[in-house]
């Protein structure tokens, strides 16, 4: 099919806009030079003996190299060298991409070929001990560990006289050692921990709050800059311990936020000492993180290792040292954070006095992980030069660019866009120092209804474009992009909407996003694709046809205000829930609106019909589209009335609840699910759907071995239930069986039975 020109024009996107032209290495050779940010580095050759690790290279010149992606002027300026196009290198270093579109940066980014044979050949040629043992080999692991622990200060500009790097499993795990520091620390202080953490944060951050019950979630910059501006007003007191936590860059919408706060936070507060923990899990996978400024650097940053590299699956904590005294009163110790203990008949210990890193790192440090790291800078510096991650904000940056106008210029033939795009109304794709090259988007229909996200993360599944979809454990910016007040979010939740488990569409508004994000190794190709596969699935062919299935489907979806918002009387004699609202099912059967393969419990008579297998998202047949006027008004939301709806459908819940302790109960649910998914199995690869079923059952079934003889105990018999026969209750009132995601699965049958 031919590729609409605004999609041409955006993925070859406008030569004003290219960088200056790239200086072409021969060879890959030419950047094999490890980097040397702003600190001279001590490089590190496999197969070298333990001395040679140690050894120092200051010979290396210190290119000055400042992090400028905060600032937008500098921003448009390219490294002074620039690798290889990633176009001449992909193939090869990347070959797992071949005939693939991957498009979830955010959720990890790749590896690269070198990566593994390098790590491979440094474990096979090197003999390696734990670097806790006295041995040769286990002093090698010791030299290294410490000097790729320096090394990886250097990566991000980071002075180690002035920062520490520990070692931790992934960003979540640095967060957690923070909070339970600082609770350890307010515990021998007496001092009250107050939180307060950007509306933009990751659920590890918002996870925080828990440990206190002084937080305060700021739902914007302004509110921020409020804060600081006033000296703290609204947040700790004196006599209290502050931490004020964000990310640097949404993992939703990809918007960066303001690097400037933790400076400012340092300099401005003067009654309560606030400390400043960034999460750099987001940011740091594509831009450059620049601690070269103690003065202005957050005490604390967190970050995954594998979303900067791919691998090795590790993360860090780094710490100004300034700061570091908060961390110190932790007190947990593990193997390898005591000089020594006594255990019998006193509780007396002595923890390690040599670093923070030293008294924070419990047990055996991941340490062949650690070394992987190495090679990962190795062959990062390689492939995207000396400063690759400016080289790699600067490239996503562009092609990023070139995604949101391509997504946004995609149109039905009556104007509407195809896509509803979540973004900072100051987020400027193309700009590296606000918005990282990720995405946040729904797709519509030219009627304006929705289609699911995970519809549209299984088509584009189909056709090996991976994205990601869903709330994306972004809670705030969740209810902020997609409107969702507290009450409604309960109601959807009491209705059987769950994170890992959703409704796609509820009242009307989705309850997640597609969400697509780029990384180092992305192409105008990858970015050509998607477009293409949105263009051709949702507004091409597809427009008309999707629109007639997406209102046939819509006529009775369940979580919908009732038609009266009046007060709501005893059970069974509720207001019908049955409002229609345009809801979109692509996966529904050509002839005429059934079910997707999971609704199948209420599909017609020809739920078993073959699923087409080559347009498994386009409905057949032809029917004209409905005008405004045929839609009857959707009445306005009371979310009290469906607290109180909630009531019997949560009892219902619980009884099921109990009833799941009984593995074999849920046992058998699981499977049968898995029986269902591969009976409407639309083609013979497992979907996005099937597998997370897959996966589920897996650990299901795990449960087994609770069973001390490894039986299950006799199966319950079945109380008596308001709801429907087993067969079709089992979808719709378990909380973890399969939803397919309509509203229709999740709350048709409890409301029907209730009588509403
Ligand atoms: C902004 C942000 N913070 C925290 C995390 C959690 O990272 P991890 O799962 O590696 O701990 C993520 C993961 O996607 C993220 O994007």
Partial sequence: MDIPAHILDAVHASDETSPPKRIKSTSTSSWKAPSTARFPSKSYHPHSSAEDVSSTSDSEPDHGYQTDFTTPASSDSYPDEMPDDVEDFRDREYPQLKGKTYLDHGGTTLYAKSLVEEFSADLISNLYGNPHSASSPSALSGHRVDAIRERALRFFNADPDEFDLVFVANATAAIKMVIECFKDHAAASNTPIWYGYHRDAHTSLVGVRESTKMHRCFTSDEEVDIWINSGGLGGPRARQLGLFAYPGQSNMTGRRLPQSWPGRIRKSFHKAATYTLLDAAALASTAPLDL??????????????????????????????????????RKYFGGGTVEMIIAINDTWHAKKETSLHDRLEDGTLPFHSIFALDHAMNVHERLYGQNPMKFISMHTAQLGRQLYDGIAGLKHANGLPACRIYKDENAVYGDPSVQGATIAFNVQLSDGSLVGFEEVEEAADERNIFVRSGSLCNPGGVASYLNWSPAEMKAAFAAGHRCSNPTQIMLGKPTGVVRVSLGAMSTAADVHTLLRFLDEVYVGRGTQLFTATAVQLGQSAPLSPPTSPGPIGPVGQLPPLNIPHPLYVPGSHPNGGNPTPSTAASAGPSENAPWDSHDTALPQQRQPPPTEADKPPLPPFNPADYIKLRKPWEEELRRQRQMQQYANVGMEIKVRELEDASVFSRNPTPSVKARKFGRSVVNLLRTKSHFADGRPPERPPMPSSPLPPPESRREASNPLSSQRSTEKVHFHHPVETLGM
């Fill in 292 to 329: 070269s400024d103690a003065a202005t650097a957050p005490d604390f940053v967190a970050l995954s290792f594998y979303k900067i590299f791919g691998f090795p699956n590790i993360g860090a904590l780094i710490v100004r040292k300034d700061s570091a005294h908060v961390l110190e009163s």
